[in-house]
C-alpha cells in the first residue's frame, strides 16, 4: 500500500500565514443602523399618542370650564369674539 501526500504541501517553503482583512485595510470599519421613514412615522405617533393620554385629564378640565363659560351669556362679546377670530387667523395663516 502507497500513501500520497495529501494537498500541495511544500516541505521546504515554509508556509504564509493569510493577513487579517482589518490590519490589510488599514481602516477600522463603523457599524451603522437605517431607520425607515415609516418606522420614524410611527414613532412619533406613539409620542403624539403618549402626550394625549398624559394630558388627557387636564383636557377634560379645561372642556368643562370653557362649557361653562360659553353658556354664560355675558361672556361673549364683542371683545371674546374679535380675541377668537384673531386667535383662528393666527392659527391658520400665522
Do not use: C
Not at 500565514?17 to 477600522?28: F, I, T, V, Y
Amino acid at each position: 500500500m502507497t500513501v500520497d501526500r495529501i494537498g500541495s504541501i511544500d516541505p521546504i517553503q515554509p508556509s504564509k500565514k493569510p493577513e487579517r482583512a482589518s490590519q490589510a485595510s488599514g481602516s477600522p470599519k463603523t457599524d451603522s443602523i437605517s431607520i425607515s421613514s415609516e418606522a420614524h412615522a410611527k414613532a412619533e405617533l406613539l409620542r403624539i399618542q403618549e402626550l394625549v393620554s398624559a394630558a388627557s385629564e387636564l383636557r377634560a378640565e379645561r372642556v368643562a370650564e370653557l362649557r361653562e363659560k360659553i353658556n354664560d351669556p355675558a361672556y361673549i362679546n364683542d371683545t371674546v369674539t374679535n380675541a377668537t377670530a384673531d386667535r383662528l387667523i393666527n392659527a391658520l395663516f400665522g
